[in-house]
């Protein structure tokens, strides 16, 4: 009888799992392949051969040769890729959700997070096309994420999860966002272990019950570890020298010939008007959830009326970029809808607005993240240097004249690290959110959440 209510447990701690893996069945039945870039790629080698192509990509358009040889042979069985993106789409949720240790709460988090997450956007070139050199290489950040973990509480990595490590470390390396972002989680993994070397605190069982932490067990886990930074270093590398990211640049100021007279402050300008469009003009799903949840948090914390009201300004701005603009048309022009645009007049007030709402939005975070983490100021610079990486991914799409053609699934890194520290905060004030959770407030915005979420999986099931 004891058995049999623990796999009850144990099975309702997995119903988030089967909710992702029932609307990942919906979004790959409804996926269409094939169009868009995918007819490219699928003819890619067919005149070339496999390395002559990789190789002319190489040394005239793109850096991701890891990637394109994965793609080029997978677009070859779209049964097999559709497959395989399923099994990573079904999964995403279990990598976030074991970096906090798992459990009812983080499972329902890291469900709420994938399912948060503008899927449609993965279909913008090709499903195939987008979904491995964008999707594909996220999830592998997370994998090592998982690994990382592991390694940090001394469990043992046996050797097929060690070598899987450094293959996916490799082929999610080869996307230069996420190569930049692995390196620095690497590096504050680093600092993060010497700091631990000072305390003295005696290796003990983690929550999964591992066996006692021995000598061969690190040894053994530096080792895969000191390959994943390898191939990191490698490729970014690599991705620095590739001549063909300044020959896509050059290709690509043909459709935009305005970019050449840009300097530095045009285009940290465009980069930085391009995440306000995405995210805060457009009152983006995922953005609006990321600083409610925030502000709602410090609520708990604090149950002070003016942090809170400071950490909700973020939600204030886009309150007023929604409905006032809509309500209140002659307000129109103290809300700005930024286009994709090429000109713009530095004495003009539309120039400075969206600048004003980017610049109190990121500092409501700041101070939210500050109230929430501040009791342990290195997990606060950590998830400041996370946050960090993720708008810098976003930023520096201003010094590339492909800024709008890749549309916005080049944020899908943003998007991920804005949820994944918002995990971290929960994760960091479990017991208090449970007791609030409780209450009318909570269970209202548990309900409000649940909304977002149904109303972005109908969307993407529409648009898939």
Known sequence: MENQNKVRADLRQLIPFFIVAFVGIIYHLRIRPMAGDDVFFSQATSELGLWNYLILRYETWTSRFVIEFLLVEIIKYPLLWRLIDLALFISFPVLLSKIFGGGKWMNWCATAAILLYPFHDMGTAGWITTTVNYFWPVWGMFFVGVLLKKMLVHKKIGIMEGIAGVLVCLIASSHEQVAVILFVVFVLYGI???????????????????DLADRKVIRGNRFYLAGMVLVNVATLISILLCPGNAGRNAVSIVDLPIFETYGFGDKLYLGLLSIERVFIANCDAVFLTVTLVLAMLVYVKTDDYKKTLISALPVLILFGQTA??????????????????????????STWLPMVYLAVTVAAMLYALWIILGERPLEYIYALLMLGCGFGA??????????YVSGERVYITLYFIMLFVTMFCIYRMADAVEEKIKQTGGKLAVTLLVLICLVNVGFVTLSC
């Open 192 to 210: 993060y272990m010497v700091i631990g070397k000072h305390r003295k605190e005696s290796l003990m069982q983690d929550s999964a019950g591992s």
């Open 324 to 349: 006032l603009r809509t309500a209140y048309p002659g307000l129109s022009g103290l809300f700005v809808m930024p286009e994709q645009i090429t000109e713009w007049s530095w004495g003009a007030l």
């Open 394 to 403: 976003g930023m520096i799409l201003g010094f590339m004249a492909t800024i």
